[in-house]
């Protein structure tokens, strides 16, 4: 039997066992996945662990950047943005890919963004993926918004370096700011109302990487409410694990994203 885990600290609730689980089952392949709590003093040892006893992993926060430094290869946008989430072990080589990146330029580009203004609140791990598919899919100006400026600016400043334009701010919501993509890469509106709705900025497309399982966050209601096409969190998170079950077992075509991400809604998986 094949061995798959996510590794993460403090990883409280993770939906990825049910997802690779079920597609384990759906493809007929022996294998399970795991949640394994990982802290960061130990994630060399479990680097080793993982090179004799796991076929493959994913790793969330806040382990994405560190796992990079400690295994043999990082590739393609993973090796741009120092950011890993995807692991996969060849003969106990560890190589290392950022499925998130993947899974955020299909949805953009499958959804007719090829360009345009875009405004990204929040400037960690995955406002950095955001901003890679971004540039790749031809962006225009870029504005991020985030709490620390400073990380704005230094999120800004990766983004000077591929010759786009771009303004760090902090979060506020009255700047009269004009953009097509509204992009949330915080965990804002899980709990509290998110602090911009589309129409202040605009926008004519709206991305949420934050999810509420069973639920529906403040951002994605204000887009449904405003009749603006939206992409949540969770069709992020099922396109970015059907991109590592592809990189662990080779190309397939069934099941897809969307029959993952219907199971997954309607709760029976
Ligand atoms: P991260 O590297 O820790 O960055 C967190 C970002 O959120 C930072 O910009 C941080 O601002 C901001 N933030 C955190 N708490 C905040 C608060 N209470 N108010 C305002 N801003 C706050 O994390 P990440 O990996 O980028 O993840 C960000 C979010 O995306 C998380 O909710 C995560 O679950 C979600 N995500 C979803 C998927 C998916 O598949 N759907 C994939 C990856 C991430 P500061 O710079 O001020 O700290």
Not at 88 to 100: F, H, M, S
Request: glycine content about 10%; charged content about 20%.
């Amino acid at each position: 039997m094949q061995v798959y885990a996510v590794i993460g600290y403090p990883l409280n609730y993770t939906l990825s066992p049910n997802i690779h689980n079920y597609v384990f089952r759906a493809l007929r392949i022996d294998a399970v996945y795991v949640p394994l709590r990982v802290s960061p003093g130990r994630l060399g040892h479990f680097v080793e662990f993982a090179r004799d006893s796991l076929s493959g992993f994913n790793v969330t926060i806040p382990h994405k950047v560190a796992i990079a430094n400690l295994i043999d290869e990082v590739v393609g946008p993973a090796k741009e943005l120092g950011s890993v989430n995807t692991v996969v072990n060849r003969d106990g080589e560890l190589i290392g890919y950022n499925t998130d990146y993947l899974a955020i330029k299909q949805a953009l580009s499958e959804r007719g963004y090829s360009g345009g203004d875009a405004l990204i609140i929040g400037a960690g791990g995955v406002a950095r993926a955001v901003a890679l598919a971004l540039r790749d899919l031809g962006c225009g100006r870029v504005y991020v918004m985030n709490r620390t400026v400073e990380h704005g600016r230094e999120l800004c400043s990766l983004i000077n370096s591929w010759k786009i334009d771009c303004t760090a701010l902090g979060i506020q919501r009255d700047v009269g700011l004009k953009v097509q993509l509204l992009i949330n890469a915080t965990p804002l509106g899980v709990g509290e109302e998110f602090p911009i709705r589309p129409r202040d900025v605009g926008a004519g497309l709206v991305l949420d990487l934050a999810y509420k399982p069973g639920g529906v966050t403040s951002l994605t209601r204000h887009a449904m409410e405003e009749s603006v096409p939206f992409i949540d969190g969770l069709e992020i998170l099922v396109r970015q694990a059907i991109e590592a079950d592809r990189i662990w077992l080779g190309p397939f075509e069934s099941p897809t994203w969307r029959d993952v991400l219907g199971k997954l809604r309607e709760g029976l998986i």
